[in-house]
Protein backbone atom coordinates (compact mmCIF):
# COMPACT_ATOMS: atom_id res chain seq x y z
CA UNK A 1 0.00 0.00 0.00
CA UNK A 2 1.35 2.87 -0.62
CA UNK A 3 1.94 6.20 1.09
CA UNK A 4 -1.07 8.34 -0.57
CA UNK A 5 -3.80 5.26 0.37
CA UNK A 6 -2.15 5.20 4.28
CA UNK A 7 -2.45 8.84 3.97
CA UNK A 8 -6.14 8.97 2.73
CA UNK A 9 -7.08 6.19 5.47
CA UNK A 10 -5.54 8.18 8.22
CA UNK A 11 -7.68 10.93 7.31
CA UNK A 12 -11.01 9.00 7.22
CA UNK A 13 -9.96 7.15 10.35
CA UNK A 14 -9.39 10.40 12.30
CA UNK A 15 -12.81 11.81 10.64
CA UNK A 16 -14.30 8.81 11.67
CA UNK A 17 -13.61 8.76 15.00
CA UNK A 18 -13.95 12.65 15.52
CA UNK A 19 -17.41 12.09 13.97
CA UNK A 20 -18.52 9.09 16.69
CA UNK A 21 -16.71 10.96 19.57
CA UNK A 22 -18.62 14.34 18.84
CA UNK A 23 -21.55 12.28 18.57
CA UNK A 24 -21.44 10.56 21.62
CA UNK A 25 -20.13 13.53 23.64
CA UNK A 26 -23.26 15.64 22.11
CA UNK A 27 -25.73 12.58 22.97
CA UNK A 28 -24.30 12.65 26.64
CA UNK A 29 -24.97 16.28 27.01
CA UNK A 30 -28.17 15.92 25.29
CA UNK A 31 -29.09 13.78 27.81
CA UNK A 32 -27.70 15.56 30.65
CA UNK A 33 -29.31 18.73 29.54
CA UNK A 34 -33.31 17.02 29.13
CA UNK A 35 -32.78 15.64 32.81
CA UNK A 36 -31.78 18.85 34.42
CA UNK A 37 -33.96 21.06 32.47
CA UNK A 38 -36.93 18.98 31.86
CA UNK A 39 -40.07 18.68 34.28
CA UNK A 40 -42.39 15.50 34.70
CA UNK A 41 -45.71 15.61 36.00
CA UNK A 42 -48.37 13.30 36.83
CA UNK A 43 -51.82 14.35 35.75
CA UNK A 44 -54.56 12.47 37.60
CA UNK A 45 -58.26 12.66 37.07
CA UNK A 46 -60.22 11.25 39.89
CA UNK A 47 -64.42 10.34 38.49
CA UNK A 48 -67.21 8.97 39.76
CA UNK A 49 -70.44 8.50 37.05
CA UNK A 50 -73.73 6.45 37.37
CA UNK A 51 -74.90 4.49 34.38
CA UNK A 52 -78.19 5.17 33.75
CA UNK A 53 -79.50 2.41 31.03
CA UNK A 54 -82.69 1.47 29.49
CA UNK A 55 -83.13 -1.83 31.14
CA UNK A 56 -85.50 -3.13 28.45
CA UNK A 57 -83.13 -2.18 25.92
CA UNK A 58 -80.62 -4.57 26.48
CA UNK A 59 -77.94 -3.55 24.33
CA UNK A 60 -78.21 -0.02 25.33
CA UNK A 61 -74.56 1.06 26.90
CA UNK A 62 -73.19 3.61 29.15
CA UNK A 63 -69.92 5.30 27.41
CA UNK A 64 -67.47 7.63 29.50
CA UNK A 65 -65.03 9.72 27.18
CA UNK A 66 -62.04 10.75 28.99
CA UNK A 67 -59.85 13.06 26.86
CA UNK A 68 -55.63 12.31 26.99
CA UNK A 69 -53.41 15.12 26.48
CA UNK A 70 -52.27 15.82 23.14
CA UNK A 71 -48.69 15.84 22.63
CA UNK A 72 -46.78 18.88 21.47
CA UNK A 73 -43.03 20.29 20.51
CA UNK A 74 -42.36 20.80 24.10
CA UNK A 75 -45.01 18.43 26.20
CA UNK A 76 -44.32 14.85 26.07
CA UNK A 77 -46.72 12.23 26.76
CA UNK A 78 -44.56 9.50 28.60
CA UNK A 79 -46.87 7.17 30.23
CA UNK A 80 -50.72 6.84 30.88
CA UNK A 81 -53.36 4.47 32.17
CA UNK A 82 -56.66 3.79 33.38
CA UNK A 83 -56.65 2.12 37.11
CA UNK A 84 -59.02 1.19 39.60
CA UNK A 85 -61.73 0.10 37.04
CA UNK A 86 -64.09 -2.42 37.54
CA UNK A 87 -64.44 -5.49 35.93
CA UNK A 88 -67.28 -4.83 34.45
CA UNK A 89 -66.19 -1.87 32.22
CA UNK A 90 -63.96 -1.95 29.08
CA UNK A 91 -61.66 0.53 27.87
CA UNK A 92 -60.63 1.54 24.93
CA UNK A 93 -57.60 3.43 23.80
CA UNK A 94 -58.52 5.97 20.67
CA UNK A 95 -56.01 7.98 18.67
CA UNK A 96 -56.63 10.16 16.25
CA UNK A 97 -57.54 14.11 15.71
CA UNK A 98 -59.01 13.29 19.47
CA UNK A 99 -56.90 11.15 21.86
CA UNK A 100 -59.21 9.80 24.64
CA UNK A 101 -59.89 6.62 27.22
CA UNK A 102 -63.57 5.33 25.81
CA UNK A 103 -65.07 3.63 28.97
CA UNK A 104 -68.31 1.73 28.19
CA UNK A 105 -70.75 -0.97 30.39
CA UNK A 106 -73.49 -2.87 29.94
CA UNK A 107 -74.69 -2.24 33.89
CA UNK A 108 -76.39 0.02 35.83
CA UNK A 109 -74.50 0.95 38.64
CA UNK A 110 -72.10 4.04 40.09
CA UNK A 111 -68.41 3.74 39.27
CA UNK A 112 -65.01 4.80 40.24
CA UNK A 113 -62.43 5.63 37.37
CA UNK A 114 -59.09 7.03 37.83
CA UNK A 115 -56.87 8.18 34.77
CA UNK A 116 -52.96 8.68 35.26
CA UNK A 117 -50.82 10.27 32.66
CA UNK A 118 -46.96 11.10 33.14
CA UNK A 119 -46.08 14.14 31.19
CA UNK A 120 -42.45 15.59 30.39
CA UNK A 121 -42.28 19.13 29.74
CA UNK A 122 -39.08 20.62 27.82
CA UNK A 123 -37.48 23.42 27.95
CA UNK A 124 -39.13 27.06 27.46
CA UNK A 125 -40.21 27.93 24.55
CA UNK A 126 -43.61 29.29 22.55
CA UNK A 127 -46.44 27.75 20.53
CA UNK A 128 -46.75 29.86 17.12
CA UNK A 129 -42.84 29.01 16.83
CA UNK A 130 -43.51 25.50 16.46
CA UNK A 131 -47.49 25.47 15.10
CA UNK A 132 -47.82 22.86 12.53
CA UNK A 133 -48.96 24.21 8.98
CA UNK A 134 -52.54 22.62 8.32
CA UNK A 135 -54.98 23.15 5.41
CA UNK A 136 -58.96 22.95 6.27
CA UNK A 137 -60.92 21.73 3.66
CA UNK A 138 -64.49 23.34 2.50
CA UNK A 139 -65.99 21.10 5.05
CA UNK A 140 -63.94 21.52 8.10
CA UNK A 141 -63.79 25.29 6.98
CA UNK A 142 -67.72 25.13 7.59
CA UNK A 143 -67.80 23.53 10.69
CA UNK A 144 -65.20 26.28 12.22
CA UNK A 145 -67.14 29.27 10.74
CA UNK A 146 -70.64 28.38 11.28
CA UNK A 147 -72.81 29.11 14.59
CA UNK A 148 -74.60 27.33 17.06
CA UNK A 149 -76.11 27.24 19.95
CA UNK A 150 -72.81 27.81 21.87
CA UNK A 151 -71.74 30.48 18.98
CA UNK A 152 -75.01 32.34 18.31
CA UNK A 153 -73.25 33.85 15.66
CA UNK A 154 -76.49 35.96 14.01
CA UNK A 155 -77.41 37.36 18.00
CA UNK A 156 -77.71 41.24 17.41
CA UNK A 157 -75.74 41.22 20.71
CA UNK A 158 -72.88 39.65 17.74
CA UNK A 159 -73.86 42.20 15.85
CA UNK A 160 -73.87 44.84 18.12
CA UNK A 161 -70.23 44.53 18.89
CA UNK A 162 -69.25 44.22 15.46
CA UNK A 163 -70.55 47.48 14.44
CA UNK A 164 -67.31 48.45 16.96
CA UNK A 165 -64.82 47.42 14.91
CA UNK A 166 -62.99 49.85 12.77
CA UNK A 167 -62.99 50.97 9.44
CA UNK A 168 -63.48 47.50 7.10
CA UNK A 169 -59.91 48.83 5.52
CA UNK A 170 -57.62 47.35 8.25
CA UNK A 171 -56.51 43.66 7.87
CA UNK A 172 -58.06 40.55 9.30
CA UNK A 173 -55.12 40.40 11.82
CA UNK A 174 -55.87 44.07 13.43
CA UNK A 175 -59.72 42.69 13.40
CA UNK A 176 -58.34 40.08 15.44
CA UNK A 177 -56.48 42.07 17.62
CA UNK A 178 -59.56 44.71 18.13
CA UNK A 179 -61.58 41.43 19.32
CA UNK A 180 -58.96 39.84 21.96
CA UNK A 181 -58.72 43.39 23.34
CA UNK A 182 -62.69 43.77 23.35
CA UNK A 183 -62.74 40.18 25.41
CA UNK A 184 -59.89 41.28 27.62
CA UNK A 185 -60.78 44.04 28.41
CA UNK A 186 -64.40 45.32 28.34
CA UNK A 187 -65.48 42.16 29.86
CA UNK A 188 -65.34 41.84 33.76
CA UNK A 189 -64.74 38.36 35.73
CA UNK A 190 -68.73 37.19 36.71
CA UNK A 191 -69.41 35.51 40.23
CA UNK A 192 -70.31 31.26 39.77
CA UNK A 193 -73.70 32.62 40.02
CA UNK A 194 -74.09 34.24 36.97
CA UNK A 195 -74.58 33.28 33.24
CA UNK A 196 -71.22 33.94 32.56
CA UNK A 197 -71.24 31.08 29.95
CA UNK A 198 -74.01 31.99 27.33
CA UNK A 199 -72.32 34.67 24.79
CA UNK A 200 -75.26 36.99 24.91
CA UNK A 201 -75.31 37.06 28.72
CA UNK A 202 -72.23 38.21 28.80
CA UNK A 203 -72.16 40.64 26.17
CA UNK A 204 -75.63 42.60 27.81
CA UNK A 205 -73.88 42.58 31.08
CA UNK A 206 -70.49 42.74 30.13
CA UNK A 207 -69.94 39.79 33.03
CA UNK A 208 -68.46 36.72 31.73
CA UNK A 209 -65.79 34.11 32.80
CA UNK A 210 -63.08 32.52 31.20
CA UNK A 211 -64.95 30.19 29.14
CA UNK A 212 -67.54 32.73 28.25
CA UNK A 213 -64.92 34.69 27.16
CA UNK A 214 -63.58 31.99 24.78
CA UNK A 215 -66.99 31.38 23.57
CA UNK A 216 -67.33 35.32 23.04
CA UNK A 217 -64.05 35.81 20.89
CA UNK A 218 -64.78 32.09 18.96
CA UNK A 219 -68.35 33.44 18.31
CA UNK A 220 -67.20 37.25 16.95
CA UNK A 221 -64.56 35.31 14.80
CA UNK A 222 -66.72 32.99 13.11
CA UNK A 223 -69.30 35.93 12.53
CA UNK A 224 -66.43 37.45 10.46
CA UNK A 225 -65.84 34.55 8.62
CA UNK A 226 -62.62 33.50 10.29
CA UNK A 227 -62.59 29.70 11.25
CA UNK A 228 -61.98 29.74 15.36
CA UNK A 229 -62.30 26.62 17.83
CA UNK A 230 -62.05 25.64 21.64
CA UNK A 231 -59.07 24.05 22.77
CA UNK A 232 -59.60 22.80 26.73
CA UNK A 233 -56.63 21.53 28.47
CA UNK A 234 -54.70 21.89 31.68
CA UNK A 235 -51.78 24.57 33.07
CA UNK A 236 -48.97 22.70 33.91
CA UNK A 237 -48.31 24.10 37.80
CA UNK A 238 -48.79 22.76 41.61
CA UNK A 239 -51.96 23.25 42.73
CA UNK A 240 -54.06 21.60 45.02
CA UNK A 241 -57.10 21.11 42.75
CA UNK A 242 -56.22 22.39 39.25
CA UNK A 243 -59.16 23.11 37.18
CA UNK A 244 -59.32 22.61 32.66
CA UNK A 245 -58.60 25.64 31.23
CA UNK A 246 -60.51 26.79 27.98
CA UNK A 247 -58.80 28.83 25.24
CA UNK A 248 -58.84 29.35 21.53
CA UNK A 249 -57.32 28.90 18.33
CA UNK A 250 -57.66 31.03 15.02
CA UNK A 251 -56.79 29.47 11.78
CA UNK A 252 -54.64 31.99 9.63
CA UNK A 253 -51.85 31.46 7.10
CA UNK A 254 -52.07 27.90 7.36
CA UNK A 255 -51.52 27.64 11.22
CA UNK A 256 -53.72 27.14 14.24
CA UNK A 257 -52.65 30.66 16.09
CA UNK A 258 -53.83 30.20 20.00
CA UNK A 259 -55.39 33.08 21.74
CA UNK A 260 -56.38 32.78 26.02
CA UNK A 261 -58.46 36.15 26.34
CA UNK A 262 -58.76 34.95 29.85
CA UNK A 263 -55.08 35.16 30.56
CA UNK A 264 -54.16 37.87 27.98
CA UNK A 265 -52.04 35.54 25.65
CA UNK A 266 -52.08 36.38 21.59
CA UNK A 267 -50.62 34.88 18.83
CA UNK A 268 -48.23 32.52 21.64
CA UNK A 269 -48.99 30.47 24.28
CA UNK A 270 -46.36 29.66 27.25
CA UNK A 271 -45.47 25.73 26.78
CA UNK A 272 -46.70 24.59 30.31
CA UNK A 273 -50.01 24.84 28.93
CA UNK A 274 -50.92 21.32 27.51
CA UNK A 275 -54.11 20.93 25.06
CA UNK A 276 -56.53 17.89 25.74
CA UNK A 277 -59.05 18.36 23.46
CA UNK A 278 -59.53 20.71 20.39
CA UNK A 279 -62.74 21.75 19.29
CA UNK A 280 -64.48 21.32 22.77
CA UNK A 281 -65.28 22.95 26.15
CA UNK A 282 -65.44 19.39 28.21
CA UNK A 283 -62.94 17.16 29.18
CA UNK A 284 -65.16 14.67 30.30
CA UNK A 285 -68.17 13.39 27.46
CA UNK A 286 -70.65 10.67 28.97
CA UNK A 287 -73.55 9.20 26.81
CA UNK A 288 -76.64 6.99 28.94
CA UNK A 289 -74.31 8.44 32.12
CA UNK A 290 -74.63 10.94 34.69
CA UNK A 291 -71.45 12.49 36.20
CA UNK A 292 -71.40 12.33 40.02
CA UNK A 293 -68.15 13.63 40.79
CA UNK A 294 -64.59 15.21 38.85
CA UNK A 295 -61.81 16.00 40.96
CA UNK A 296 -58.02 16.73 39.45
CA UNK A 297 -54.98 16.46 40.70
CA UNK A 298 -51.24 18.19 39.54
CA UNK A 299 -47.93 16.12 41.00
CA UNK A 300 -44.38 17.24 39.61
CA UNK A 301 -42.70 14.00 39.90
CA UNK A 302 -38.75 14.07 41.24
CA UNK A 303 -36.32 14.68 38.51
CA UNK A 304 -34.34 11.20 37.23
CA UNK A 305 -31.82 9.51 39.26
CA UNK A 306 -29.03 10.85 36.39
CA UNK A 307 -29.66 14.46 37.90
CA UNK A 308 -29.41 13.16 41.40
CA UNK A 309 -26.72 11.14 41.06
CA UNK A 310 -24.40 13.47 38.60
CA UNK A 311 -22.01 14.39 41.45
CA UNK A 312 -21.18 10.40 42.07
CA UNK A 313 -17.76 10.47 40.78
CA UNK A 314 -17.16 8.22 37.38
CA UNK A 315 -13.94 7.61 35.45
CA UNK A 316 -16.06 9.03 31.82
CA UNK A 317 -15.87 12.47 33.75
CA UNK A 318 -12.40 12.65 33.06
CA UNK A 319 -13.20 13.03 29.71
CA UNK A 320 -15.27 16.01 30.32
CA UNK A 321 -13.46 19.22 30.52
CA UNK A 322 -15.97 21.53 31.61
CA UNK A 323 -16.38 19.92 35.12
CA UNK A 324 -13.17 21.10 36.28
CA UNK A 325 -12.37 24.60 38.20
CA UNK A 326 -13.69 27.44 36.23
CA UNK A 327 -10.51 29.70 36.80
CA UNK A 328 -9.17 26.70 34.60
CA UNK A 329 -11.75 27.33 31.33
CA UNK A 330 -9.99 29.98 30.04
CA UNK A 331 -6.28 28.38 29.72
CA UNK A 332 -8.24 25.39 29.29
CA UNK A 333 -9.44 26.90 25.92
CA UNK A 334 -6.57 29.07 24.97
CA UNK A 335 -4.34 25.74 25.06
CA UNK A 336 -6.73 23.65 22.76
CA UNK A 337 -6.94 26.32 20.33
CA UNK A 338 -3.25 26.20 19.86
CA UNK A 339 -3.37 23.09 17.53
CA UNK A 340 -5.77 25.68 15.11
CA UNK A 341 -3.52 28.57 15.78
CA UNK A 342 -0.34 26.00 14.55
CA UNK A 343 -3.35 24.94 11.28
CA UNK A 344 -3.47 28.31 10.59
CA UNK A 345 0.51 28.49 10.09
CA UNK A 346 0.36 25.27 8.35
CA UNK A 347 -1.78 26.90 5.45
CA UNK A 348 0.46 30.27 4.93
CA UNK A 349 3.29 28.19 4.70
CA UNK A 350 2.43 25.37 2.74
CA UNK A 351 -0.42 26.68 0.30
CA UNK A 352 -0.24 30.50 0.38
CA UNK A 353 3.74 30.38 1.03
CA UNK A 354 4.48 32.99 4.01
CA UNK A 355 7.34 32.00 5.89
CA UNK A 356 7.31 32.40 9.27
CA UNK A 357 9.90 31.94 12.34
CA UNK A 358 8.52 28.37 13.56
CA UNK A 359 5.36 26.27 13.47
CA UNK A 360 4.11 27.56 16.94
CA UNK A 361 5.94 30.90 16.73
CA UNK A 362 2.80 32.90 15.08
CA UNK A 363 0.67 30.91 17.75
CA UNK A 364 2.26 31.72 20.67
CA UNK A 365 3.02 35.18 19.47
CA UNK A 366 -0.70 35.62 19.68
CA UNK A 367 -1.28 33.88 22.96
CA UNK A 368 1.25 36.71 24.25
CA UNK A 369 -0.77 39.42 22.59
CA UNK A 370 -3.48 38.31 24.89
CA UNK A 371 -2.01 37.61 27.67
CA UNK A 372 -0.41 41.64 27.90
CA UNK A 373 -2.58 42.58 25.28
CA UNK A 374 -1.87 43.40 21.35
CA UNK A 375 -0.49 46.87 21.59
CA UNK A 376 1.53 46.39 24.75
CA UNK A 377 2.57 42.75 22.69
CA UNK A 378 3.77 44.85 19.50
CA UNK A 379 5.75 48.03 21.56
CA UNK A 380 8.02 45.10 23.55
CA UNK A 381 8.73 43.11 20.43
CA UNK A 382 9.81 46.35 18.90
CA UNK A 383 12.00 47.19 21.25
CA UNK A 384 13.04 44.14 21.59
CA UNK A 385 14.05 43.86 17.93
CA UNK A 386 15.50 47.05 17.54
CA UNK A 387 16.95 46.57 21.10
CA UNK A 388 18.92 43.21 19.82
CA UNK A 389 19.89 44.77 16.14
CA UNK A 390 21.49 47.44 17.86
CA UNK A 391 23.22 45.42 20.48
CA UNK A 392 24.62 42.56 17.48
CA UNK A 393 25.89 45.62 15.83
CA UNK A 394 28.03 47.01 18.55
CA UNK A 395 29.49 43.53 19.65
CA UNK A 396 30.48 42.68 15.85
CA UNK A 397 33.71 44.39 16.45
CA UNK A 398 34.84 42.21 19.41
CA UNK A 399 34.89 39.38 17.09
CA UNK A 400 33.15 37.27 19.51
CA UNK A 401 31.70 33.16 18.68
CA UNK A 402 28.28 33.37 17.63
CA UNK A 403 27.08 31.58 21.02
CA UNK A 404 28.84 34.23 23.45
CA UNK A 405 27.40 36.59 21.25
CA UNK A 406 23.95 35.41 21.15
CA UNK A 407 23.84 35.00 24.89
CA UNK A 408 24.76 38.77 25.45
CA UNK A 409 21.86 39.59 22.93
CA UNK A 410 19.61 38.10 24.66
CA UNK A 411 21.08 39.09 28.30
CA UNK A 412 20.14 42.91 27.23
CA UNK A 413 16.86 41.59 25.38
CA UNK A 414 16.03 40.17 28.88
CA UNK A 415 16.71 43.49 30.92
CA UNK A 416 14.95 45.92 28.34
CA UNK A 417 12.10 43.00 28.28
CA UNK A 418 12.18 43.55 32.41
CA UNK A 419 12.52 47.23 32.93
CA UNK A 420 9.39 47.21 30.09
CA UNK A 421 7.36 44.84 32.19
CA UNK A 422 8.21 46.92 35.58
CA UNK A 423 7.32 50.18 33.27
CA UNK A 424 4.21 48.71 32.41
CA UNK A 425 3.08 47.11 36.10
CA UNK A 426 3.94 51.05 37.05
CA UNK A 427 1.54 52.37 34.61
CA UNK A 428 -1.20 49.19 35.51
CA UNK A 429 -0.57 47.62 38.81
CA UNK A 430 -3.36 45.43 38.65
CA UNK A 431 -1.91 43.50 36.41
CA UNK A 432 -1.34 39.93 36.77
CA UNK A 433 1.81 38.05 36.81
CA UNK A 434 0.28 35.52 33.76
CA UNK A 435 0.12 38.64 31.90
CA UNK A 436 3.69 39.49 32.40
CA UNK A 437 6.00 36.02 33.05
CA UNK A 438 4.02 34.56 29.61
CA UNK A 439 4.96 37.45 27.52
CA UNK A 440 8.29 37.57 28.68
CA UNK A 441 8.98 33.61 28.26
CA UNK A 442 7.51 33.45 24.39
CA UNK A 443 9.21 36.47 23.54
CA UNK A 444 12.46 35.71 24.65
CA UNK A 445 12.13 32.11 22.79
CA UNK A 446 11.04 34.08 19.70
CA UNK A 447 14.07 36.70 19.60
CA UNK A 448 16.67 33.78 19.89
CA UNK A 449 15.28 31.90 17.11
CA UNK A 450 15.56 35.92 15.10
CA UNK A 451 19.57 36.10 16.15
CA UNK A 452 20.13 32.37 15.58
CA UNK A 453 18.53 32.74 11.67
CA UNK A 454 20.02 36.20 11.23
CA UNK A 455 23.95 34.82 12.48
CA UNK A 456 22.90 31.41 9.76
CA UNK A 457 21.49 33.55 7.07
CA UNK A 458 20.93 37.25 7.15
CA UNK A 459 19.46 39.92 8.90
CA UNK A 460 17.25 40.54 5.89
CA UNK A 461 15.66 37.27 5.59
CA UNK A 462 15.29 36.90 9.31
CA UNK A 463 13.49 39.92 9.21
CA UNK A 464 10.91 38.58 6.39
CA UNK A 465 10.47 35.82 8.63
CA UNK A 466 9.47 38.16 11.69
CA UNK A 467 7.12 39.80 9.26
CA UNK A 468 5.56 36.83 8.12
CA UNK A 469 5.26 35.60 11.70
CA UNK A 470 3.38 38.67 12.68
CA UNK A 471 1.08 38.59 9.69
CA UNK A 472 -0.14 35.04 10.38
CA UNK A 473 0.07 35.43 14.43
CA UNK A 474 -2.63 38.70 13.59
CA UNK A 475 -4.96 35.90 12.01
CA UNK A 476 -3.99 33.58 15.08
CA UNK A 477 -4.97 36.32 17.30
CA UNK A 478 -8.55 36.36 15.98
CA UNK A 479 -8.88 33.00 16.32
CA UNK A 480 -7.57 33.03 19.94
CA UNK A 481 -9.82 35.80 21.04
CA UNK A 482 -13.14 34.24 20.15
CA UNK A 483 -14.67 33.63 23.06
CA UNK A 484 -17.69 30.76 21.23
CA UNK A 485 -14.95 28.94 19.45
CA UNK A 486 -12.90 28.59 22.84
CA UNK A 487 -15.65 27.09 24.54
CA UNK A 488 -16.85 25.08 21.36
CA UNK A 489 -13.71 22.87 21.29
CA UNK A 490 -13.56 22.93 25.29
CA UNK A 491 -16.86 21.40 25.55
CA UNK A 492 -15.94 19.01 22.06
CA UNK A 493 -11.85 18.81 22.23
CA UNK A 494 -12.31 15.82 19.84
CA UNK A 495 -12.88 18.26 16.98
CA UNK A 496 -9.07 18.35 17.17
CA UNK A 497 -9.41 14.96 15.71
CA UNK A 498 -10.94 16.62 12.31
CA UNK A 499 -7.67 19.17 12.98
CA UNK A 500 -5.61 16.04 12.48
CA UNK A 501 -7.27 15.09 9.69
CA UNK A 502 -6.32 18.58 7.59
CA UNK A 503 -3.18 18.96 8.74
CA UNK A 504 -2.53 15.18 6.92
CA UNK A 505 -3.47 16.30 3.23
CA UNK A 506 -2.31 20.14 4.27
CA UNK A 507 1.20 17.45 4.55
CA UNK A 508 0.31 15.59 1.42
CA UNK A 509 0.17 19.09 -0.53
CA UNK A 510 2.38 19.06 -3.47
CA UNK A 511 1.32 21.43 -5.50
CA UNK A 512 2.19 25.76 -6.14
CA UNK A 513 2.44 27.86 -2.96
CA UNK A 514 0.27 31.24 -3.87
CA UNK A 515 3.47 33.12 -3.31
CA UNK A 516 5.63 31.22 -6.15
CA UNK A 517 2.87 31.84 -8.78
CA UNK A 518 3.32 35.34 -7.73
CA UNK A 519 6.94 34.97 -7.99
CA UNK A 520 7.27 33.47 -11.28
CA UNK A 521 4.70 35.00 -13.39
CA UNK A 522 6.89 36.76 -15.40
CA UNK A 523 8.02 33.17 -16.53
CA UNK A 524 5.04 32.25 -17.33
CA UNK A 525 4.09 35.53 -19.50
CA UNK A 526 7.36 34.71 -21.31
CA UNK A 527 6.11 31.18 -22.36
CA UNK A 528 2.85 32.07 -23.64
CA UNK A 529 -0.16 29.98 -23.90
CA UNK A 530 0.86 28.37 -27.05
CA UNK A 531 4.21 26.99 -25.22
CA UNK A 532 1.97 24.68 -22.71
Known amino acids: MSTRQLSRLAVLAFVALGCLAATARYQSRERAHIARADSRWRLTYD ?3 KTDLDVENQTSKATVSLGRPLATPFAEVVQENVVNLDSSLHVESREGYQRDFRISTLHTDTYHVTAEFDLRLHSDQMWNQYAALESLSAIRRRRYTQGDDSFPTQSPRIGEVLQQVPDDRITVGEK ?3 IFDYCLRDLRNASKKDEGDNVPWALAFKRTTALGRAKVFVTLCRAMDVPARLVTGFELRHAEHPQPHVWTEVHRDNRWIPFDPAHGYARDMPHWFVPVRRGDDKIIRLKNAALVSA ?3 MLR ?3 QMEVLQQEMKRPSQMFDLTRLPLEMHALLSLMLLLPWGALITAVFRNIIGLRTLGTFAPALLAMSFIYAAWGTGLVVLLVVVIAGLVGRSLLERLHLLMVPRLSIVLTLIILCVAFG ?3 LNYLSPQQSPQAVLLPLVILTILIERFFVTSEEDSTGYALQLVLGTVVVAAFCYVLLRWDDV ?14 IA ?3 LIGRYSGYRLTELWRFRDLAQERGPDQG
Open 502 to 504: VFI
Open 295 to 297: QYS
Open 421 to 423: VSL
Open 486 to 499: GKLVLIYPEVHFFT
Open 176 to 178: LQW
Open 47 to 49: IAF
Open 301 to 303: LPP
